[in-house]
């Protein structure tokens, strides 16, 4: 018995609802004839029941890609009985790895049941690119080309999800045809606006080369290459801080594209495109924040443009990281008194949110100090910024190696006669052995024990001691700008 004359028989049932049944069974892999049998079995009221607990059943086995049925009530064409035939035979083929012999039956499910199950374009794509890739003929080859662009286009007329399968066919099109640079660009640009932050790391590459590319021909300009680099770098910032399990993916197309983008992003381009847009916005603190990380990125920090986006940002929203880097900036562009100037605002902030920012603190007052002795010539200003630094980390040594050394420099000039002079050792020596007792880091501590016995044999010796009218052992204070007691010692 057909199942045409079944549903003769039988034309109490609703149309729909047996064909819901029908295919139903051919999801759990019944056969036509089984399945026929069962149905003479059932009774009418009994047939429809289950009929909807079918519909049921496949409802909750829809969710996502990997589900058999679309949501909802599959849409059948005019033959449904050839649709479920058709999906069993191209799906048998399918799951035994025969894609070439699960063509034809996929393409009737293609053409005439399109809303049957998402399947039918989730395996498309890999049975229309068999095709393609055991094609010779570059006409029939592009024409497979343009059947696997169909399958995408399809799936989203009938199942959605435009931004995510967008990317895919991109993907697609670019392993296949990677020169389709215009169609490429139009692909990316639409699903990244839909995907947002959700975009997928080989869209974005995609997306940036495809954008270089029409550069490089002259149909878009520079300004929006740049503008498309920062949307597409914040994109992968926002995913490598939230740590996916694909993170790496991510980092990889992070590098790629600051690669790509180095011919196109230098100081002198994002120069020409960013300082217009600031001197028209000197207030605008989100279009400051870009322009500072771009030039950032692309190491334009000597740049005025940087100084001044950052000078501005400071004066906006001052705090003690802002204060920090002007200070670095101004030391490069060797204005020392303003670069100690912002580093003692950062240290002054630093230190009003309490242990948290000790290292800060170390590494601002360590800057200051030696810029103030090596740049400026300033010893009693070095001094009082190394002691600082030390107070912030008794433990680094380097702060009192500094002072030593300083006092070492001061010895030609501190002292009215040699004996004066050679005291100044004393002094010096004591803030080496100190620096060796406290260091943590072992490099740092063997440096400042050399110092200390290397500057031991510029002590006076016993007859010098004796001759001065002094006793080793003995208070002595060393003038001068160092201005300290230490102990008389002979070498």
Not at 48 to 57: C, S
Not at 81 to 106: L, P, Q, T
Not at 391 to 398: L, N, S, V
């Amino acid at each position: 018995m057909s199942f045409r004359t079944i549903h003769c028989n039988h034309n109490q049932m609703k149309t729909k609802e047996f064909f819901i049944y029908l295919n139903l069974a051919f999801l759990f892999r019944k056969t036509f004839t089984i399945f026929a049998l069962g149905i003479l079995l059932l009774g009418g009221s009994a047939m429809v029941n289950n009929a909807r607990a079918g519909v049921t059943l496949m409802r909750d086995m829809s969710a996502g890609d990997q589900g058999a049925l679309s949501a909802l009530t599959p849409r059948f064409a005019e033959d449904s009985v050839e649709c479920s035939r058709n999906w069993s035979v191209y799906d048998e083929h399918y799951k035994h790895g025969d894609i070439g012999y699960a063509y034809e039956a996929w393409k009737y499910l293609f053409e005439y049941c399109p809303e049957l199950t998402i399947n039918i374009y989730v395996h498309g794509i890999p049975i229309v690119k068999f095709q393609y890739d055991n094609e010779t003929d570059p006409e029939k080859k592009q024409e497979w080309l343009d059947l696997l662009m169909k399958v995408y286009d399809q799936r989203i007329e009938h199942f959605g999800r435009e931004g995510y399968v967008l990317g895919r066919k991109a993907v697609t099109l670019y392993q296949l045809q990677p020169d389709a640079t215009e169609a490429l660009y139009e692909m990316t640009s639409r699903s990244l606006e839909l995907m947002g932050d959700n975009a997928e790391s080989p869209v974005l590459q995609i997306h940036f080369l495809s954008a270089a590319r029409l550069v490089d021909a002259g149909v878009l300009e520079t300004e929006k290459l740049v503008e498309i680099f920062s949307e597409v770098m914040e994109t992968i910032d926002f995913n490598l801080a939230q740590d996916p399990e694909d993170k790496g993916y991510y980092q990889n197309t992070r590098s790629t594209i600051l690669t790509l983008f180095k011919p196109y992003g230098t100081c002198e381009n994002l120069t020409t495109i960013f300082e217009r847009r600031f001197n028209e916005n000197p207030d605008n603190t989100a279009l400051m924040t870009q322009i500072a990380q771009m030039l950032d990125q692309a190491g334009c920090l000597d740049s005025e443009l940087y100084f001044r986006v950052t000078e501005r940002l400071y004066q906006i929203e001052p705090d003690a990281g802002k204060a920090a880097l002007l200070g670095r900036l101004e030391t490069k562009r060797e204005n020392y008194e303003n670069a100690i100037e912002y580093l003692q605002q950062a240290a002054n902030l630093y230190e009003g949110n309490g242990s948290t920012q000790q290292d800060n603190l170390f590494r601002t007052y360590w800057q200051m100090a030696d810029m103030s002795y090596r740049q400026l010539e300033l010893p009693s200003k070095a001094r009082e910024y190394a002691l600082k630094a030390h107070e912030a980390k008794p433990t680094d040594g380097r702060p009192l190696v500094l002072i030593g050394e300083m006092y070492v420099a001061s010895a030609s000039y501190c002292g009215s006669d040699e004996f004066a002079k050679k005291a100044v050792y004393w002094a010096a020596v004591d803030q080496f052995a100190e620096a060796a007792r406290v260091a943590e880091d072992p490099d740092v501590k063997e440096k400042a024990q050399q110092l200390a016995d290397a500057y031991r044999e510029y002590f006076p010796n016993n007859e010098e001691i004796f001759f001065y009218g002094h006793t080793v052992g003995a208070t002595y204070r060393v003038n001068c700008w160092i201005n300290e007691t230490t102990v008389i010692r002979a070498r």
